[in-house]
């Protein structure tokens, strides 16, 4: 059951709860992660503290308070009193840290004791004491939990084994809690099989034939064309070192061929001079291991299962091949993932034929929507190919080149260091934020003024945001930024890429195609899209990457294109005109703003016009204008306002999706690829409004994300 009261903390509930348990004689775990809890410990009652989610838990007995505090569990409110608690705006005495309130409790017991002694009390601790002793006792106050509220506990009402477990089980599915309906108690565990959401579809292995041998390999009973259902395996990344290739054209026989046994030469040479449309589930990785396999040409992708499901619905987590087995077809075998290489091949007949089911499942949805369709054909099908021999062929990296920077980037590291350390007069760490702090802000350091720095539970932070509102205030933090620049340029680039390189010193990224709900195109380990541009240094990094011999590399940008993407999508003829003649749109839109000549239009204006162009793809709030200009708040609510009275056609457009997101919970790019966007809906303002910016956004970029691919493809 779900308990709440008026004017009564959670912690309050279960404290109750917790004391009428305790005089029923009955044992008592409370679970949470607020610290006040403790002042609750007994013989019958203990506690768990969440310190970092589930992964990291401490449980909390009499004994073991004794152990961690050298205090009585009587005595823990009192010690909150004196210290404090930031996490919940405890103030405590100002001064007082744990280890001073502790050796005092152990000295006078309680906070009474401790007031009534203060001529005993050194003068530096007693004069603290006395100044906060108003803050200690409401501290005490403000931390203690309640046991009185009116809530009686009734046993029937939380006995668990009266659960429902089918209800159980219909909820986690619906909401893909598939981890969950595994670990299910004894209480609560049922026969998924008989209980799923989706009638079971019937996954009917054929045939499995392993090909271990180049006897068996010849007489390989294969059509020459048509389609072909694959799943392949290989040892290293990007295709190296293949060891396993399952084809089957009819689903009835499976030929799981074993390419550590057999002379690969001939199934290269079979599969170049076959003509098939290859179905599967994460086809790229057998597209590399045929190219590993050195096959010139290959095949078209008719249909990816992996590629499939994020089409569908891109908001999806979970895609693996024994998650979609399951809630697809109301699979219950065992999991198909991480199998060695002798039950995968022994199970080979039983996936081939999944993939074939969940092929069938899938491309029925796809063929109901036609917009969907052609997405699939012309953009996301093709695009696997593409990909494939990018991952495959890799970029060159002058791994030398690094080599030297890096022995300079090396001395230069260590000369920002020394420097700092003199302003300092102390040498610290200066990647440990709670050090850096201390030298910045500690009375025997520094004592910089923490004005307007934020504060969290370790003390002041010393986020590059919060640094910056010290510009100019000391020499050091320049320093500190020229510092963290180059260290982690050095640690993210410099040093780590070379580590990555194959023995022809290329680098191989993965394209990945399922992972941004717009359809962009993200980069993996390493990212290659995120390679710094911006200063000197990132530079340096860029130019080493090489083109090998005889190739160059291009360089190509789409002008300003999310941007003429809005103007087409929205039928702005002004904007659409402004880019046909090659007009600078960020100057003409400041111009037409501040209702002023084009010679006019000051840097900053032309800044701020294109921040906000840019921006209102991305739900660009007044707050955010503010922090990314020198506007105030009341400037930036003004400026929005007048670029939709300039652009009136986009702010019909953007209301439009907005509409479109409400209505039919999904939005879609100019080509029909979908993101479903149930969140707009959601109660939670934070959620809400970040659901809405996401709609908003999708249009844009993933329009711009698919006519990329398209053209990657041409």
Same mark, same amino acid.
């Given at each position: 059951?779900?308990?709440?009261?008026?004017?009564?903390?959670?912690?309050?509930?279960?404290?109750?709860?917790?004391?009428?348990?305790?005089?029923?004689?009955?044992?008592?775990?409370?679970?949470?992660?607020?610290?006040?809890?403790?002042?609750?410990?007994?013989?019958?009652?203990?506690?768990?503290?969440?310190?970092?989610?589930?992964?990291?838990? !401490?449980?909390?007995?009499? $004994?073991?308070?004794?152990?961690?505090?050298?205090?009585?569990?009587?005595?823990?409110?009192?010690?909150?009193?004196?210290?404090?608690?930031?996490?919940?705006?405890?103030?405590?005495?100002?001064?007082?840290?744990?280890?001073?309130?502790?050796?005092?409790?152990?000295?006078?017991?309680?906070?009474?004791?401790?007031?009534?002694?203060?001529?005993?009390?050194?003068?530096? %601790?007693?004069?603290?004491?006395?100044?906060?002793?108003?803050?200690?006792?409401?501290?005490?106050?403000?931390?203690?939990?309640?046991?009185?509220?009116?809530?009686?506990?009734?046993?029937?009402?939380?006995?668990?084994?009266?659960?429902?477990?089918?209800?159980?089980?219909?909820?986690?599915?619906?909401?893909?809690?598939?981890?969950?309906?595994?670990?299910?108690?004894?209480?609560?565990?049922?026969?998924?099989?008989?209980?799923?959401?989706?009638?079971?579809?019937?996954?009917?292995?054929?045939?499995?034939?392993?090909?271990?041998?180049?006897?068996?390999?010849?007489?390989?009973?294969?059509?020459?064309?048509?389609?072909?259902?694959?799943?392949?395996?290989?040892?290293?990344?990007?295709?190296?070192?293949?060891?396993?290739?399952?084809?089957?054209?009819?689903?009835?026989?499976?030929?799981?061929?074993?390419?550590?046994?057999?002379?690969?030469?001939?199934?290269?040479?079979?599969?170049?001079?076959?003509?098939?449309?290859?179905?599967?589930?994460?086809?790229?990785?057998?597209?590399?291991?045929?190219?590993?396999?050195?096959?010139?040409?290959?095949?078209?992708?008719?249909?990816?299962?992996?590629?499939?499901?994020?089409?569908?619905?891109?908001?999806?987590? *979970?895609?693996?091949?024994?998650?979609?087995?399951? %809630? *697809?077809?109301?699979?219950?075998?065992?999991?198909?993932?991480?199998?060695?290489? !002798?039950?995968?091949?022994?199970?080979?007949? $039983?996936?081939?034929?999944?993939?074939?089911?969940?092929?069938?499942?899938?491309?029925?949805?796809?063929?109901?929507?036609?917009?969907?369709?052609?997405?699939?054909?012309?953009?996301?099908?093709?695009?696997?190919?593409?990909?494939?021999?990018?991952?495959?062929?890799?970029?060159?990296?002058?791994?030398?080149?690094?080599?030297?920077?890096?022995?300079?980037?090396?001395?230069?590291?260590?000369?920002?260091?020394?420097?700092?350390?003199?302003?300092?007069?102390?040498?610290?760490?200066?990647?440990?934020?709670?050090?850096?702090?201390?030298?910045?802000?500690?009375?025997?350091?520094?004592?910089?003024?923490?004005?307007?720095?934020?504060?969290?539970?370790?003390?002041?932070?010393?986020?590059?945001?919060?640094?910056?509102?010290?510009?100019?205030?000391?020499?050091?933090?320049?320093?500190?930024?020229?510092?963290? $620049?180059?260290?982690?340029?050095?640690?993210?680039?410099?040093?780590?890429?070379?580590?990555?390189?194959?023995?022809?010193?290329?680098?191989?990224?993965?394209?990945?195609?399922?992972?941004?709900?717009?359809?962009?195109?993200?980069?993996?380990?390493?990212?290659?899209?995120?390679?710094?541009?911006?200063?000197?240094?990132?530079?340096?990094?860029?130019?080493?990457?090489?083109?090998?011999?005889?190739?160059?590399?291009?360089?190509?940008?789409?002008?300003?294109?999310?941007?003429?993407?809005?103007?087409?999508?929205?039928?702005?003829?002004?904007?659409?005109?402004?880019?046909?003649?090659?007009?600078?749109?960020?100057?003409?839109?400041?111009?037409?703003?501040?209702?002023?000549?084009? !010679?006019?239009?000051?840097?900053?204006?032309?800044?701020?016009?294109?921040?906000?162009?840019?921006?209102?793809?991305?739900?660009?709030?007044?707050?955010?204008?503010?922090?990314?200009?020198?506007?105030?708040? !009341?400037?930036?609510?003004?400026?929005?306002?007048?670029?939709? *009275?300039?652009?009136?056609?986009?702010?019909?457009?953007?209301?439009?999706?907005?509409?479109?997101?409400?209505?039919?919970?999904?939005? *879609?790019?100019?080509?029909?690829?979908?993101?479903?966007?149930?969140?707009?809906?959601?109660?939670?303002?934070?959620?809400? $409004?970040?659901?809405?910016?996401?709609?908003?956004?999708?249009?844009?970029?993933?329009?711009?994300?698919?006519?990329?691919?398209?053209?990657?493809?041409?």
């Amino acid at each position: 059951p779900l308990y709440e009261l008026d004017d009564y903390e959670a912690d309050d509930i279960m404290g109750a709860l917790a004391v009428q348990a305790e005089a029923k004689g009955i044992e008592t775990i409370l679970i949470t992660s607020d610290l006040d809890i403790l002042q609750l410990i007994s013989p019958l009652t203990k506690i768990y503290i969440l310190k970092t989610g589930l992964s990291n838990i !401490e449980l909390y007995s009499p $004994e073991s308070f004794k152990a961690k505090y050298q205090l009585n569990v009587d005595q823990f409110l009192d010690l909150k009193a004196l210290k404090g608690d930031a996490s919940d705006n405890i103030p405590g005495v100002p001064g007082i840290g744990e280890k001073t309130a502790i050796d005092l409790l152990k000295n006078f017991n309680t906070l009474d004791e401790i007031y009534e002694n203060l001529g005993l009390i050194k003068d530096s %601790t007693r004069k603290k004491l006395e100044a906060g002793k108003e803050l200690a006792y409401l501290s005490k106050k403000i931390g203690m939990i309640w046991v009185d509220a009116p809530i009686k506990l009734n046993l029937k009402e939380v006995d668990g084994s009266h659960v429902k477990p089918k209800a159980v089980l219909d909820v986690l599915q619906k909401l893909e809690f598939r981890n969950l309906i595994r670990q299910l108690p004894d209480v609560m565990q049922i026969e998924i099989d008989k209980h799923t959401t989706s009638q079971p579809l019937s996954i009917k292995p054929g045939e499995n034939v392993i090909i271990d041998t180049d006897k068996k390999l010849d007489s390989l009973g294969l059509k020459e064309s048509g389609n072909l259902f694959v799943y392949s395996r290989s040892a290293g990344k990007h295709g190296t070192n293949p060891q396993l290739l399952m084809l089957s054209s009819e689903v009835k026989t499976t030929y799981c061929i074993d390419l550590t046994k057999v002379d690969r030469e001939k199934v290269r040479l079979y599969l170049d001079k076959s003509h098939f449309q290859f179905i599967g589930y994460d086809v790229k990785a057998t597209l590399k291991l045929l190219l590993g396999l050195g096959c010139t040409d290959l095949p078209p992708v008719k249909h990816d299962i992996l590629l499939g499901v994020f089409l569908l619905n891109s908001l999806r987590r *979970e895609k693996t091949l024994t998650e979609l087995a399951q %809630t *697809e077809l109301g699979y219950g075998g065992s999991p198909l993932d991480n199998l060695d290489n !002798e039950e995968l091949c022994a199970r080979a007949p $039983e996936i081939i034929a999944i993939i074939a089911r969940l092929y069938e499942k899938q491309a029925k949805e796809i063929r109901d929507d036609p917009k969907l369709l052609s997405v699939a054909q012309t953009i996301d099908w093709p695009i696997i190919g593409v990909l494939a021999r990018m991952e495959y062929q890799g970029i060159l990296l002058n791994t030398n080149y690094l080599k030297k920077f890096h022995s300079q980037i090396i001395g230069t590291i260590s000369d920002l260091e020394q420097q700092i350390y003199g302003h300092a007069n102390r040498e610290f760490n200066i990647s440990s934020p709670a050090q850096l702090a201390e030298t910045l802000f500690g009375e025997k350091y520094l004592a910089l003024s923490p004005k307007g720095i934020k504060k969290g539970k370790t003390g002041y932070s010393t986020a590059a945001t919060e640094l910056d509102k010290l510009r100019g205030i000391h020499p050091i933090i320049d320093l500190i930024t020229q510092y963290r $620049e180059l260290t982690k340029l050095n640690n993210t680039y410099v040093e780590a890429l070379p580590r990555l390189v194959d023995d022809n010193s290329r680098l191989h990224t993965t394209f990945n195609l399922t992972v941004a709900q717009t359809g962009r195109l993200s980069s993996t380990d390493p990212n290659l899209q995120n390679i710094p541009v911006r200063t000197d240094l990132g530079k340096r990094i860029r130019t080493s990457f090489e083109a090998g011999k005889g190739n160059s590399l291009i360089s190509a940008d789409y002008s300003q294109f999310e941007l003429r993407i809005a103007a087409y999508l929205s039928d702005d003829k002004d904007l659409i005109e402004q880019f046909n003649k090659d007009i600078d749109v960020h100057a003409i839109t400041a111009s037409q703003i501040y209702n002023c000549s084009l !010679e006019d239009v000051t840097k900053t204006m032309r800044r701020d016009a294109k921040v906000v162009n840019f921006g209102i793809m991305y739900g660009v709030s007044a707050h955010g204008l503010v922090a990314q200009t020198d506007m105030t708040y !009341e400037q930036a609510q003004n400026f929005i306002k007048r670029y939709f *009275e300039v652009r009136p056609k986009l702010k019909i457009y953007i209301d439009s999706v907005k509409e479109k997101a409400l209505k039919d919970g999904y939005v *879609e790019t100019l080509f029909g690829r979908r993101r479903p966007t149930p969140d707009v809906k959601s109660s939670n303002f934070i959620l809400r $409004e970040s659901a809405i910016r996401a709609a908003v956004n999708m249009p844009f970029q993933g329009s711009a994300a698919d006519i990329i691919k398209m053209a990657m493809i041409q």
